[in-house]
């Protein structure tokens, strides 16, 4: 399974990751469809570069026509966010779509905290750095479409430990 390899392989790499998205809210426990991978990592030139290299050897390219390292300058991202709206860069299988990772780099997002304050948790035997409930809801407030807004209810349900 695709997302048992990334986790694995990110984890061996040591890199400081968060799985933000939809696959973070079904590890904290809300049910729900998703077919790719967001997640946010330290926005540091090694830590980008580590990522880049574990998704390509997972056989991942990226969508975009830089290495993922060339845009660590905070200035950078802040600049491609304001005028590109570009929130992520999408790694995905040329050979199979359904294989896609989002590396999450605005600013906005604040990646460098997510990672940094991430929670290891288990999904069968493989460990798993997600993103606190209150970095997603903060996410999920940004992007503001439906599924994020439910995402949301669930998400505060859980935090306030209510059914």
Partial sequence: ?????LFTALH??????AAVGGVAVNIHGVPRMTYDVDIVVATTESSLRAVREVLERLGLRSRLPFLLE???DVATR???EAERSLFAVTFTDPANPLREVDVLIAP??????????AVERSAGSIPVRVATIEDLVRMKRI??????LADIAHLE???RGTP
């Fill in 70 to 72: 060339s845009i660590a």
């Fill in 1 to 5: 399974m695709f997302i048992v390899e």
């Fill in 78 to 80: 802040t600049e491609l």
């Fill in 108 to 117: 906005s997002l604040d990646p460098d905290g997510t990672a940094a304050r």
């Fill in 143 to 148: 992007a503001n479409r439906p599924q994020d």
């Fill in 157 to 159: 349900r859980i935090a």
């Fill in 12 to 17: 061996a790499a040591g890199i400081e990751y």
